[in-house]
């Protein structure tokens, strides 16, 4: 059965952190990477960390390198994501998702079949 179930948003300050969770299923956890995308009111869905099951391999938007860190727990079948430095144009629901192909990741929405169901991240004062 193929699950993804994200955790860990919330309100915060601008400059604090967060770190969210994605939890799936072993199967995808073993041989497929984790994308985590976020989309904000009124846009698209925005590629934001990338992380490969092979290697641990990682990739990040320009937008948020040097504060977010993608990680995975291979024991809990579980990804990380944490958020420091956040800023108001961070807000959006974060979701993450499986791609297509095993051991593969783009930052392209299409290209992923399996989402969770998102997590809200509000960055404000």
């Known amino acids: 059965q193929v699950q993804l179930v994200e955790s860990g948003g919330g309100l915060v300050q601008p400059g604090g952190s967060l770190r969210l969770s994605c939890a799936a299923s072993?199967?995808?956890?073993?041989?497929?990477?984790i994308g985590w995308f976020r989309q904000a009111p009124g846009k698209g869905r925005e590629g934001v960390a990338f992380i490969s099951s092979a290697d641990g391999s990682t990739q990040y938007a320009d937008s948020v390198k040097g504060r977010f860190t993608i990680s995975r727990d291979n024991a809990k079948n579980t990804v990380f994501l944490q958020l420091n430095s956040l800023r108001p144009e961070d807000t959006a629901v974060y979701y993450c998702a499986k791609p297509r192909v095993p051991n593969w990741y783009s930052p392209t929405p299409g290209m992923y079949d399996y989402w969770g169901q998102g997590t809200q991240v509000t960055v404000s004062s």
């Open positions: 072993r199967i995808i956890h073993e041989y497929y990477a």
